[in-house]
């Protein structure tokens, strides 16, 4: 079945390096996600990764991903306090209309 | 602009009353899906289609629910007799490549 797991709050220092941390259960994913949300808007996809990758850098992020532990993280260099939002991670798996699942998100909280 | 677009962005409704939500897609994208997002949750699948086909139908997605594309370009969202518990952010996507997000119609029914 398909869950993905997230820590639900993250709180670091401005300049410091965020990490943040997802598993999921379907090892038939073919794409796992990141979104950023702020308060009150959609979702903005910030980066995406193929399951036969292990990592992708994309200027500050990096996303990190162990396919045998099923687990994904995030990490955001120098945060800034614009980085504060609520973070999801998701999953999709092969099939006719390749639906997204999504994690219940991560709160990131940057403190100036 | 050239993303996804909802309309209208807030809404709100009494209780019993139907509602409807338009998303436009990007238009070069021929699935489109709609999501559902509670407080404190992610995004939840509604449903999906395919041009104009709807292929694909979440169990979330009650009979007073129905989704429509017409012409396999917009597509519409209608809630019949709405109840409290359908208070959320409907959130429509569109794929290409990847999928890409609309910014929501936050409903509130009272």
């Known amino acids: 079945g398909e869950d993905v797991e997230q820590s639900l709050f993250l709180s670091v220092r401005e300049g410091d390096s965020s990490v943040i941390n997802c598993t999921y259960t379907d090892s038939s994913s073919t794409y796992l996600y990141w979104y950023k949300q702020e308060p009150g808007a959609g979702l903005q996809l910030l980066t995406y990764i193929f399951s036969n990758m292990d990592m992708k850098q994309d200027q500050r992020l990096t996303v990190l991903l162990n396919k045998k532990d099923k687990h994904l993280s995030l990490r955001i260099a120098d945060t800034q306090t614009g980085d504060s939002a609520i973070y999801f991670c998701a999953e999709s798996i092969p099939g006719g209309y390749q639906k997204v699942t999504f994690g219940t998100g991560t709160k990131l909280q940057v403190i100036p | 602009d050239t993303g996804v677009s909802q309309n209208p962005r807030h809404k709100i409704t009494k209780r019993g009353q139907n509602v409807t939500f338009r998303c436009d897609p990007i238009?070069?994208?021929?699935?489109l899906y709609w999501y559902r997002q509670t407080l404190g949750q992610g995004p939840e699948f509604l449903t999906y289609f395919q041009n104009e086909a709807q292929l694909e139908k979440s169990r979330l997605l009650s009979d007073r629910f129905s989704a429509e594309r017409p012409k396999g370009s917009f597509s519409t969202l209608e809630i019949q007799r709405t109840e409290q518990g359908d208070s959320a952010m409907y959130l429509c996507a569109s794929r290409g490549d990847t999928q890409y997000f609309g910014p929501g119609t936050r409903l509130t029914v009272l």
């Open positions: 238009s070069e994208h021929n699935r």
